[in-house]
């Protein structure tokens, strides 16, 4: 398998979700702006989308894909069918069961999550939390068949999935929205009609490869299974491993619903940029390194292992850093560009822009962790993760108290903490890997480093003069000539950092690999 094509095919479907996202924000931003009846609609989904990123990115993929390419490997079709029929039966029973409990305490949940939520607010964002929940059973699944598809080598369809529910989002804020009596509703219900869309166009790949999960009535069923055993074993702990910054961000959502009307809104727009690079770099490197990391710790090939991770790590470094000074040096012509209209104003634009020059500090660090955790998983290791991620969430919360209370950062000291959380957290895992000689780079690093620091600090120069050039707020009433402007820019810095790593010595093949 030729890695680069792979990672190309999947970053590629991986695109097409994140600016179906990016336009399902703008057109959300458009119509509700920034206040507390946009910020309980993101305080009500961050739960549900909470669970599953840590289902998604995290703690089940993180378990299951080792073990599941072990069956794999080592015991044959019919022990593997076996392993995710009851896999999924347990994993669906119980997100079930979640769902109806979610649904149930959503009053006590968004008290927990959001205490600065009240009055009309608050009542609404209760009604959300219920419309989502089930969210959650709907992604259990598509994580499950993205799981198996993956090991599989099957990358496309899991990696496009997610456009279904930006799809959906997008036609109810254009065309179904004036049906609802309270219009932000329309975005909750949009959000299940997504989830039930990614079922449906996982069931034909699974086919395919015969691997369509049956499940029971019995909700036990898959619990004498010792694979299942093994992987809810990993789990436990892997929830924690993974899930440090996304335990922060729900933390810092509560700090934010204290941080008046809006602030939660904002700090959601500036996320959803910075997941941009962070989906199509850290999310579609992951996937594929996963199974053939897993794939050669099976195989006791130390040597495939070590080159592997090299390579990946290259590759981040290559594209996130240019990535982070990117956002950084155009937050202010993003926000504007993508989100200001209809009612998000000017206001609003200096409000969420401060968060996502937080967030460009610490990009490398939270894609960086997507690329060494699996490393670690890769070989069943859950306990070293485990560590590090305690570490780092008691030091993303130390960091809100210094930028929140002592500098008065306010919101971007919120998405600043869990940007460098991230970077202390890959920088133990690196440190874990060179410790236990998993991970041993290859020959010239130092020349690479710097060529590719050169060539990002010419590229972040021509972008900040060129945007300097232009007021951006004032062109909210010719968003054609925005729009081309900041394409304009962006292509101009694209070219220049390439050129200049062109002219440094660097070519294309020289980032080719295969997987064994």
């Known amino acids: 398998m030729n890695l680069l094509r792979t990672l190309a095919a999947i970053s590629s479907m991986t695109m097409v979700s994140r600016l179906t996202g990016l336009l399902r924000d703008t057109l959300f931003a458009r119509a509700f702006g920034a206040n507390p009846y946009t910020d309980a609609f993101y305080i009500a989904f961050r739960l549900p989308n909470l669970l599953r990123r840590l289902f998604g990115e995290g703690a089940f993929s993180q378990a ?47 008290m927990g999550i959001a205490s600065g939520l009240d009055g009309d607010g608050f009542d609404k964002g209760v009604v959300m939390t219920r419309l989502m929940f089930p969210y959650i059973a709907c992604m259990s699944f598509v994580v499950l068949s993205g799981a198996v598809l993956n090991t599989w080598r099957e990358f496309k369809i899991p990696a496009f999935t997610p456009v279904l529910w930006n799809l959906s989002s997008i036609f109810f804020s254009l065309f179904l929205v004036k049906y609802f009596e309270v219009p932000i509703y329309s975005m909750a219900v949009a959000v299940m009609v997504g989830g039930v869309a990614q079922i449906a166009i996982q069931i034909p790949a699974l086919k395919r490869i015969g691997m369509l999960p049956r499940l029971s009535l019995n909700p036990l069923a898959g619990l004498s299974d010792p694979g299942v055993r093994r992987i809810l074993k990993k789990m436990g702990p892997a929830v924690f491993a993974v899930s440090a910054a996304q335990i922060s961000l729900l933390i810092n959502t509560n700090y934010a619903s204290n941080m008046g009307g809006g602030a939660v809104s904002v700090l959601q727009y500036a996320d959803r940029l910075m997941e941009f690079p962070t989906g199509i770099l850290g999310v579609a490197l992951g996937t594929i390194l996963l199974p053939s990391l897993s794939k050669a710790n099976t195989e006791g090939d130390i040597t495939e292992y070590s080159a592997l991770l090299d390579w990946g790590l290259r590759l981040t470094l290559l594209l996130a850093l240019p990535a982070a000074v990117g956002l950084a040096a155009l937050s202010t012509p993003l926000i504007a560009t993508l989100f200001n209209y209809g009612a998000f104003k000017a206001a609003h634009v200096a409000a969420a822009t401060a968060p996502l020059m937080a967030y460009a500090v610490g990009l490398l660090g939270i894609i960086l962790v997507k690329i060494l955790a699996p490393a670690f998983y890769a070989r069943q290791d859950i306990r070293t993760p485990v560590r590090i991620a305690i570490g780092v969430l008691v030091a993303t919360q130390l960091m809100n108290l210094l930028f929140v209370l002592v500098l008065g950062m306010g919101v971007a000291g919120l998405a600043l903490s869990i940007g460098m959380g991230a970077c202390i957290n890959a920088l133990f895992l690196y440190l874990g890997l060179r410790r236990r000689q998993i991970y041993t780079p290859h020959a010239g690093w130092l020349p690479f480093f710097v060529k590719v620091v050169l060539a990002t600090a ?48 660097f070519r294309p093949r020289d980032f080719m690999r295969r997987a064994k």
């Open 64 to 110: 299951f894909v080792p073990i599941l390419a072990e069956y794999k490997t080592q015991k044959g079709e019919a022990a593997t069918r076996s392993l995710v029929d009851h896999v999924a039966n347990t994993l669906v029973w119980a997100t079930v069961l979640v769902s109806v409990l979610g649904i149930v305490g959503a009053p006590l949940i968004l």
């Open 458 to 505: 010419l590229m972040g120069a021509a972008a900040w003069v060129s945007q300097g050039q232009l007021d951006w707020a004032a062109l909210r009433a010719h968003p054609i000539l925005r729009i081309g402007a900041l394409l304009l820019i962006i292509g101009l810095s694209a070219a220049v950092y390439f050129a200049v790593l062109f002219a440094l010595g």
